[in-house]
């Protein structure tokens, strides 16, 4: 069966809510919502990726998916078998649900490794390395994710999903992440329980320690629930937007690279192999000689410090 990706329809109407949302926020209160050479290299990077994924991302997922759905799910008399021994999955509507829970989880994953794997995170940071939060923000993506994305969800066809099926769930899954880069969407009320919303999106671009690292979920919170990632938006926060660590441009090409270019130098800083190896694959701000720290040992600090400060309290 064949099935068309819904980010084929789902680029222009992208164009367009921000195209929208930029002359809302100009005519109304918001006028520092959107920042012109912000959003230029936004667009430049979103239709970098836009060119790109047709030709790299879509084609070797659909290449690398259809071969391991083959391999796992061969054709016995006629009918296609798992390994296992059952039959690989059709396209009833309760295995498009199941194929949507999965493609979240797999998205969780990948997405939380981005930012748990420095050398991820260099492909990754470009969409957070805007100051600003904003559907423009929302098509600012990296072009190197596409290397490794479909990775994390080979287990899909793998266990019988059809190649098809999870490529339409993975655009479906583009189609929500997009819209969540909103300020002007509210807190949802019991939708809150179940989704990830505007206002936990919000606390994960934040740059903020208390927030950083949280909220990884593609439409689902569930996973950060259990998993520990989730933070929902505490409004007497006052958010800030970006990394700790910015690029200090608007070049695209700046953008995309800065992360290696510094991975790079800090792999230098020690003849040491195994701390080289974690400048490239450990967490983010990890140095050998504790010069610089992880969001781990950042917020380990700040609470020994809340602890610190609150016993003091108590003895006076």
């Not at 959107?34 to 991302?57: M, Q, R």
Request: hydrophobic fraction near 40%; aromatic fraction near 18%; include cysteine.
């Amino acid at each position: 069966m064949d099935f068309t990706n819904p980010l084929v329809y789902g680029v222009p109407c992208f164009l367009a809510f921000i195209a929208l949302e930029l002359t809302y926020s100009k005519t109304h209160d918001n006028k520092d919502l959107y920042d012109w050479k912000d959003l230029g290299s936004s667009l430049s990077l979103g239709v970098g990726s836009a060119i790109l994924a047709p030709l790299l991302k879509t084609i070797s997922a659909i290449v690398l998916f259809t071969f391991v759905y083959n391999v796992f799910n061969p054709e016995v008399n006629g009918v296609r078998t798992n390994i296992m021994g059952y039959t690989s999955f059709g396209y009833a509507w309760y295995v498009w649900l199941l194929c949507m829970l999965a493609d979240d989880f797999s998205y969780y994953w990948f997405h939380r490794q981005n930012h748990k794997v420095r050398f991820f995170w260099a492909a990754h940071v470009v969409h957070h390395s805007s100051d600003n939060f904003n559907l423009g923000t929302a098509v600012r993506n990296g072009w190197f994710t596409i290397f490794y994305k479909p990775l994390f969800y080979m287990w899909m066809p793998a266990i019988g999903f059809p190649p098809e099926m999870v490529i339409v769930c993975l655009g479906i899954e583009a189609l929500w992440q997009f819209q969540l880069h909103s300020t002007y969407v509210p807190k949802l009320g019991p939708l809150e329980w179940v989704f990830n919303t505007h206002t936990m999106h919000q606390v994960h671009h934040a740059k903020n320690i208390e927030y950083m690292d949280m909220n990884h979920g593609g439409f689902l919170n569930c996973f950060d629930k259990l998993f520990g990632t989730w933070k929902p938006l505490d409004e007497s926060i006052d958010i800030e937007y970006g990394v700790t660590k910015p690029p200090n441009s608007y070049n695209p090409f700046i953008i995309l690279t800065h992360e290696y270019k510094d991975i790079w130098k800090d792999m230098k800083r020690s003849k040491n192999w195994r701390h080289k190896f974690m400048y490239a694959f450990g967490p983010p701000g990890w140095s050998h000689d504790g010069s610089t720290l992880t969001i781990k040992q950042y917020k380990k600090m700040l609470q020994e410090e809340k602890l610190q400060t609150e016993e003091l309290k108590k003895a006076s």
